[in-house]
């Protein structure tokens, strides 16, 4: 097990396999440990910063779905099973996605599950309990799903507003609350859905990964089955921002930790074919909010590239310069340690890469 005697950068991914953990002070010299729920499918993995547990939504075809928690880096774990109430008739197909709440809810988490819904803890983990509100959505009847099913797989909290939260569902859109999940209200106005007779409806749109700034004036930004999209008044509405882009397909979206302008892309050729455009595998990046691109290749391979990258495969660190990160489904993870401009081959023998997410541990 690694030594976190001083302040260290920790790199969590979720594979197919199981959870790996790797450590830096430097972002240079990693040290790798794990792999932890060994052959589980680790949909997402977090580090909370709030008490420096590590979560990860384990999912197994027959064992089950369980919430994994470890409050001592990995060294041991307590498994906590994630269920619909029997009296709903649901059953539980995957984790996709957790979430910690606000600073100011210290034991508040959210976890994102197939078949679309929200589950919420207010202790901890310690017992969880389906929003119901969203389950019983008067439009759900008309939900489909995508091609890895009908998922819950973002959650958004606004910390510029209590009450105000997100999610994003596929193949049904954004929906919002402004009353902590009493109400639940489609937001996708603006976004785009070329598989429908109706381009843009009220819901139905496929997006693949929903992120927000931080700051006074957050910003949502959403890399969509149909394009990359920003929205500066909460989801009200939605503005394209594809144009620069080689692809309006991809899943994996990441925003600087302290440029709320700053988001990173890596656009996928399109739903039939989901490798990188030409080959060429590269990342981009907009220092503008997406009104311009820039490919960032230096140090990624630039012929042959048939590799995917999953909608939870990108992330950032809160360091200075930003180091970003991404995992892809042939077990690579690439690192940028000056914000993208030029990047290296961190590990390269993992089983597929499901989730990238990073933490700082200063103990």
Same mark, same amino acid.
């Given at each position: 097990?690694?030594?976190?005697?001083?302040?260290?950068?920790?790199?969590?991914?979720?594979?197919?396999?199981?959870?790996?953990?790797?450590?830096?002070?430097?972002?240079?010299?990693?040290?790798?440990?794990?792999?932890?729920?060994?052959?589980?499918?680790?949909?997402?993995?977090?580090?909370?910063?709030?008490?420096?547990?590590?979560?990860?939504?384990?999912?197994?075809?027959?064992?089950?779905?369980?919430?994994?928690?470890?409050?001592?880096?990995?060294?041991?774990?307590?498994?906590?099973?994630?269920?619909?109430?029997?009296?709903?008739?649901?059953?539980?197909?995957?984790?996709?996605?957790?979430?910690?709440?606000?600073?100011?809810?210290?034991?508040?988490?959210?976890?994102?599950?197939?078949?679309?819904?929200?589950?919420?803890?207010?202790?901890?983990?310690?017992?969880?309990?389906?929003?119901?509100?969203?389950?019983?959505?008067?439009?759900?009847?008309?939900?489909?799903?995508?091609?890895?099913?009908?998922?819950?797989?973002?959650?958004?909290?606004?910390?510029?507003?209590?009450?105000?939260?997100?999610?994003?569902?596929?193949?049904?859109?954004?929906?919002?609350?402004?009353?902590?999940?009493?109400?639940?209200?489609?937001?996708?106005?603006?976004?785009?859905?070329?598989?429908?007779?109706?381009?843009?409806?009220?819901?139905?749109?496929?997006?693949?990964?929903?992120?927000?700034?931080?700051?006074?004036?957050?910003?949502?930004?959403?890399?969509?089955?149909?394009?990359?999209?920003?929205?500066?008044?909460?989801?009200?509405?939605?503005?394209?921002?594809?144009?620069?882009?080689?692809?309006?397909?991809?899943?994996?979206?990441?925003?600087?930790?302290?440029?709320?302008?700053?988001?990173?892309?890596?656009?996928?050729?399109?739903?039939?074919?989901?490798?990188?455009?030409?080959?060429?595998?590269?990342? =981009?990046? $907009?220092? !503008?909010? %997406?009104? +311009? #691109?820039?490919? &960032? /290749?230096?140090?990624? @391979?630039?012929?042959?590239?048939? *590799?995917?990258?999953?909608?939870?495969?990108?992330?950032?660190?809160?360091?200075?310069?930003?180091?970003?990160?991404?995992?892809?489904?042939?077990?690579?993870? =690439?690192? $940028?340690? !000056?914000? %993208?401009? +030029? #990047?290296?081959? &961190? /590990?390269?023998?993992? @089983?597929?890469?499901?989730?990238? *997410?990073?933490?700082?541990?200063?103990?």
């Amino acid at each position: 097990m690694m030594s976190l005697s001083k302040k260290r950068i920790l790199l969590l991914a979720g594979t197919k396999k199981g959870l790996f953990l790797f450590s830096s002070t430097n972002r240079r010299r990693w040290e790798r440990s794990g792999p932890f729920q060994a052959g589980r499918e680790i949909n997402h993995a977090i580090y909370d910063a709030r008490d420096g547990r590590i979560w990860a939504a384990a999912n197994d075809s027959w064992f089950g779905c369980e919430l994994a928690c470890s409050a001592d880096l990995g060294k041991t774990w307590h498994n906590t099973p994630l269920k619909f109430p029997g009296p709903s008739g649901m059953k539980l197909d995957r984790i996709w996605h957790i979430e910690p709440g606000r600073a100011g809810e210290p034991r508040v988490l959210y976890a994102g599950v197939a078949p679309a819904a929200l589950f919420r803890t207010e202790d901890g983990g310690q017992s969880w309990n389906e929003v119901v509100t969203l389950t019983k959505h008067p439009t759900r009847e008309r939900w489909h799903p995508g091609a890895g099913g009908l998922c819950l797989h973002s959650i958004v909290v606004d910390n510029s507003r209590a009450q105000r939260l997100f999610v994003g569902i596929s193949a049904v859109g954004v929906f919002r609350t402004e009353d902590d999940g009493a109400s639940w209200h489609p937001a996708n106005q603006g976004t785009r859905a070329e598989f429908l007779p109706e381009k843009y409806p009220e819901f139905g749109q496929c997006v693949h990964k929903l992120l927000m700034s931080d700051g006074e004036s957050p910003v949502l930004f959403q890399q969509n089955h149909c394009g990359v999209y920003r929205s500066a008044d909460a989801g009200k509405s939605w503005r394209e921002i594809s144009a620069g882009l080689p692809s309006d397909f991809g899943f994996p979206l990441a925003i600087h930790p302290r440029q709320p302008g700053t988001i990173y892309v890596l656009p996928l050729k399109g739903a039939e074919f989901r490798c990188p455009p030409d080959g060429r595998l590269r990342v =981009f990046r $907009s220092r !503008d909010a %997406g009104e +311009t #691109w820039q490919a &960032l /290749a230096d140090g990624l @391979p630039q012929e042959n590239v048939y *590799a995917g990258i999953y909608r939870e495969g990108m992330a950032t660190d809160t360091q200075d310069p930003a180091g970003i990160y991404f995992g892809t489904n042939t077990g690579k993870i =690439f690192s $940028s340690a !000056d914000e %993208g401009d +030029t #990047w290296r081959l &961190l /590990a390269d023998d993992l @089983p597929p890469v499901y989730s990238v *997410a990073t933490g700082i541990v200063s103990r």
